[in-house]
């Protein structure tokens, strides 16, 4: 499932090239069947909130209209310059002008919204790093609960745009232990946390690519960090850690893969 990063990377390409521009919108699939509502429309502007996407047409009917997509695990769009290929597999939502098309194909959701249940939206939604918002709210509900930590950072409520990669990698940057319940978890590293994903998140934002690990830490020290040493834990169940030289473990928990080192992050 892609996480904030690639949403928010999405957001911006797609406010850059359709923004304030009559768009052609259609679903060659048919299963948006408000496509005729959108083309021929201005797209206002595009925001990302977590794992969302809302595409802001203004007023239609006297009612303020938002596409919203939730990619799911499944998601995910192509774009490109004319001229626009054929409609081809699964494909949910085309968006095209002269210049530019997108297609999207997978997506958990993709309908049409008004104001109202986008707001409901943003208030079911915690703090997204990404943003730039202050993290009192996720910091207020983490102390509250008895949930281990690991759980807590997937909860979307408490942290907007954190998947299972980011999850694993703050806790161990942070050298916490995922199974620590929330409630026993320091406010300052919890602080230290969500500005640790202030910093790391905006950079997978350029090249799609997460990297987490520290040039120091990592086997080879110099030059641009390979792909088997973009992570601490995520997907290296069995390695050494990179810190300590113990076998990295995982578990289910959630129904998602959850990593860890048992030496850095002990309970």
């Not at 390409?13 to 408000?34: C, I, M, W, Y």
């Not at 959108?38 to 009612?63: P, S």
């Not at 409520?157 to 199974?179: D, H, K, T």
Request: aromatic letters at 8%; hydrophobic letters at 35%.
């Amino acid at each position: 499932m892609p996480e904030g990063n690639e949403l928010h990377r999405w957001a911006n390409l797609h406010n850059e090239v359709f923004a304030g521009k009559k768009v052609r919108v259609d679903s060659p699939q048919g299963r948006f069947t408000d496509a005729p509502l959108l083309d021929g429309r201005t797209l206002v502007k595009v925001t990302a909130v977590g794992k969302h996407l809302g595409y802001d047409f203004g007023k239609i009917e006297g009612e303020q209209r938002i596409l919203h997509v939730h990619m799911g695990l499944y998601g995910d769009f192509s774009e490109g310059h004319p001229p626009m290929p054929e409609p081809r597999g699964a494909l949910r939502l085309r968006i095209w002008t002269k210049t530019d098309w997108l297609e999207l194909r997978g997506p958990t959701d993709c309908s049409l919204w008004n104001a109202e249940k986008w707001q409901t939206l943003l208030d079911r939604l915690g703090p997204d790093p990404l943003n730039h918002d202050k993290p009192g709210p996720m910091l207020e509900r983490i102390a509250t609960r008895k949930t281990d930590i690991g759980q807590l950072l997937m909860d979307q409520s408490i942290l907007a745009g954190v998947g299972n990669i980011y999850r694993a990698e703050l806790l161990f940057r942070a050298r916490l232990s995922p199974f620590k319940p929330g409630n026993e978890v320091p406010q300052k590293t919890l602080e230290a946390i969500y500005k640790d994903a202030v910093k790391l998140m905006p950079d997978a934002m350029v090249d799609r690519r997460i990297v987490t690990t520290k040039a120091k830490d990592r086997p080879h020290k110099t030059g641009e960090a390979l792909n088997e040493e973009a992570h601490y834990v995520y997907r290296r169940t069995g390695r050494p850690c990179f810190i300590c030289g113990t076998a990295i473990k995982t578990k289910i928990v959630a129904s998602r893969n959850l990593f860890w080192c048992p030496t850095c992050q002990a309970e």
